[in-house]
């Protein structure tokens, strides 16, 4: 608030004052005072009425400044009423009091929504699991009773699977600082589970794998990590070549960390959309064509790196190749070894 703007509130309150001295001048002139004493009077209760208004106002400024510095200061906005100090004056009051009231009544609408989000998410979490034990089950009925649809069944098994992690690490991406234990890990054990996983994909579809210089070790959570990887190797399958086509695995090593990098030649991505690869629901010119994106994947797997505190890039040329590379930074978070340690 403006020093004009409180003086116009203030308006009515100066008018009275200056009546009232006006009245009070008339009728001391009138019983014989002097002129100089009634002057004196007049400019001391002016004096006084200004110095009154302009602490007032000095006053509710300083209070309204403490304020909006405290909003600026807090990432939850509706949580203000509680580092909010009582008002100085009392017209405040009632909506000190009513600001604490719809704070409360907010909190508690916000825990109710929190705990229905909560039972939800349990509920989802509960159901994937049960829906993964047929799954496996008809993996292993398929796998011990082949015939020669057995791997293109199976590949399909391994795509719903795919989906229904994919569900899973969603729902649990927003408590990921909860879920995740980050140790010693080897990159190679890692990189292993998840080709093994893709087997048939990469069986089906002709795709040549090359691993080299895989042999570290990691600071980093292994399931997640594990998820992250099984996406940008899902993806080369899904956007390969039809001819020798090719994936190509290896790690370069930098001076503040070690860059794991997936390459394929596959059809690539154009550069105009390499900017959103990352974003939720962004599937791509390419994607949509061919109907296969969901635009999911990578946005879970920026988002897991960002919480791990690893980073992901990617790079790409249409036609020629795809290029996803995780970097593990130096110092906490990573060792560099040439011993192949457990998970």
């Excluded at 795509?159 to 649990?172: D, G, K, S, T």
């Excluded at 093994?196 to 069986?203: C, L």
């Excluded at 080299?212 to 996406?231: G, P």
């Excluded at 994607?287 to 990617?314: E, P």
Aim: overall charge positive; some cysteine.
């Amino acid at each position: 608030m403006s020093l004009k703007d409180y003086l116009r509130s203030k308006i009515g309150t100066i008018v009275l004052n200056i009546i009232a001295l006006m009245v009070l001048s008339i009728f001391l002139l009138s019983i014989g005072n002097e002129l100089k004493a009634i002057m004196i009077i007049d400019l001391s209760w002016i004096g006084i009425l200004f110095i009154v208004i302009f602490s007032s106002y000095r006053k509710r400024k300083s209070h309204f400044d403490l304020i909006e510095k405290s909003i600026s200061r807090i990432d939850k906005k509706y949580l203000i009423s509680e580092v909010l100090e009582f008002p100085p004056f009392i017209e405040a009051e009632p909506y000190y009091y009513l600001l604490k009231k719809s704070s409360k009544s907010m909190r508690e609408e916000i825990n109710k929504e929190k705990l229905r989000l909560k039972i939800y998410k349990e509920y989802i979490e509960q159901w994937i699991h049960e829906v993964k034990t047929p799954i496996s089950l008809i993996k292993l009925i398929t796998e011990n009773n082949r015939t020669a649809k057995s791997s293109e069944i199976l590949m399909q098994l391994e795509e719903i699977e795919r989906y229904v992690e994919q569900a899973l690490f969603y729902a649990r991406s927003e408590d990921v600082d909860k879920d995740y234990l980050v140790k010693e890990m080897s990159l190679k054990n890692c990189l292993n589970n998840v080709i093994s996983k893709n087997k048939q994909g990469f069986i089906l579809n002709n795709i040549d794998v090359e691993i080299d210089n895989i042999d570290k070790t990691v600071y980093c959570d292994s399931k997640w990590l594990e998820f992250i990887l099984n996406q940008i190797i899902v993806n080369a399958i899904k956007y390969r070549k039809n001819k020798n086509a090719r994936v190509k695995i290896y790690v370069v090593e930098l001076k503040k960390g070690i860059q794991l990098i997936i390459e394929d030649n596959g059809i690539g991505i154009p550069k105009n959309e390499l900017g959103r690869v990352f974003e939720k629901g962004f599937t791509g010119n390419i994607g949509r064509l061919n109907n296969k994106s969901t635009g999911i994947g990578l946005y879970l797997c920026k988002k897991l790196c960002d919480k791990l505190g690893i980073l992901i890039d990617i790079d790409s040329e249409i036609n020629i190749y795809t290029k996803v590379m995780i970097t593990f930074p130096i110092g906490s978070f990573i060792m560099k070894s040439t011993t192949d340690k457990c998970k």
